[in-house]
């Protein structure tokens, strides 16, 4: 199994700063490896998919860079409504698709 | 606009039998694979598995094998999550979402809660 590691595990910045998420895996994923966004009470949202490709309607401030075992997903200018978890997903190798164990974005 | 409506909070006793659903929409029900996704405080999001309702071959995590089924009803578009026999480490919250070979979960239905208690 496949095991991602998420750093920090928070992340505490202001709105308009830029921020910065690692994803680690324990041995390579290619380029399989998606990116979450979860909110209280919400279902996860997908944002990145394959590394590098945002999913339909996610804003430009996102973007995901990386391939095999280190991931990066940076938001280049946080926003009010992008305090939340977020967390990293590989499926290259499975079964089992594996989650990391999320890094919480909060307001400083 | 793709939609995955999926049934109720559930309180249950342990040792009792469970099935929840998910009922897809906007899409065509038979292109994309259903996964099964399990959160809990203590384990974050765990993958459970998949089924492909185009030959209805079902995926499990070792985890999970052999404690849960998959299912479909393809006249109504629905995937079930069934229990035989439920643990009280069972409780949680399930997630169905859609996936396929291109693309990762891009669309999650709103989660059920499941209680299992004495």
């Known amino acids: 199994e496949i095991v991602l590691t998420q750093s920090p595990a928070t992340l505490s910045l202001s709105p308009g700063e830029r921020a910065t998420l690692s994803c680690r895996a324990s041995?390579?994923?290619?380029?399989?490896l998606a990116w979450y966004q979860q909110k209280p009470g919400q279902a996860p949202r997908l944002l990145i998919y394959?590394?590098?490709n945002r999913a339909t309607g996610i804003p430009v401030r996102f973007s995901g860079s990386g391939s095999g075992t280190d991931f990066t997903l940076t938001i280049s200018s946080l926003e009010p409504e992008d305090f939340a978890v977020y967390y990293c997903?590989?499926?290259?190798?499975?079964?089992?698709?594996?989650f990391g164990q999320g890094t919480r974005l909060e307001i400083k | 606009e793709v939609q995955l409506v999926q049934s109720g909070a559930e309180v249950k006793k342990p040792g009792e039998s469970l099935r929840i659903s998910c009922k897809a929409s906007?899409?065509?029900?038979?292109?994309?694979?259903i996964s099964w996704v399990r959160q809990t405080p203590g384990k974050g999001l765990e993958w459970m598995g998949r089924?492909?309702?185009?030959?209805?071959?079902?995926n499990y995590n070792p985890s999970f094998q052999g404690h849960i089924t998959f299912s479909l009803d393809k006249s109504i578009t629905t995937a079930y999550l069934n229990w035989s026999t439920l643990k009280a480490s069972d409780t949680a919250v399930y997630y169905c979402?859609?996936?396929?070979?291109?693309?990762?979960?891009?669309?999650w239905g709103q989660g059920t809660r499941v209680t299992v208690s004495s």
């Open positions: 979402a859609r996936e396929s070979f291109q693309t990762p979960m891009d669309n």
């Open positions: 906007g899409y065509n029900f038979m292109n994309y694979w």
């Open positions: 089924i492909d309702p185009s030959d209805t071959y079902s």
């Open positions: 041995q390579s994923v290619n380029k399989y």
């Open positions: 394959d590394a590098s």
């Open positions: 997903l590989q499926r290259s190798v499975w079964p089992p698709i594996t």
